[in-house]
């Protein structure tokens, strides 16, 4: 029904940058919010950052000030441009979207495959 697809996931040095991106393609009445989680080997999932709309933005604390999301809704997708990159941000990152489905006519959460990020020191 709906698939979330991701890209530009990387090996980078401390201090680098990447932008991921999630395009959202399939039986889509609806997009609400679009954001990125991220696991790290021996830890939970956690929220990265949410958007619902512009000025309706969540971070978690750890990337404020160095991740920036945005989303194009004509293309269905969301963007997370991280700056400054460290060590710690290294996981597997993944995209995740609440949306209504024209078959379901009903909100359901979609998650991507997830794409790895590596920040070497």
């Known amino acids: 029904q709906v698939q979330l697809v991701e890209s530009g996931g990387g090996l980078v040095q401390a201090g680098g940058s990447l932008r991921l991106s999630c395009a959202a393609s399939?039986?889509?009445?609806?997009?609400?919010?679009m954001g990125w989680y991220r696991q790290a080997p021996g830890k939970q999932r956690e929220l990265v950052a949410y958007?619902?709309?512009?000025?309706?933005?969540n971070y978690a604390d750890s990337v404020k000030g160095r991740f920036t999301i945005s989303r194009d809704n004509a293309k269905n997708t969301v963007y997370l441009q991280m700056n400054s990159l460290k060590p710690e941000d290294t996981a597997v990152y993944y995209c995740?979207?609440?949306?209504?489905?024209?078959?379901?006519?009903?909100?359901?959460?979609?998650w991507g495959q997830g794409t790895q990020v590596t920040v070497s020191s």
């Open positions: 995740n979207a609440n949306v209504v489905a024209t078959t379901t006519n009903r909100p359901y959460t979609y």
């Open positions: 958007i619902i709309s512009i000025g309706r933005t």
């Open positions: 399939g039986s889509i009445f609806s997009i609400n919010g």
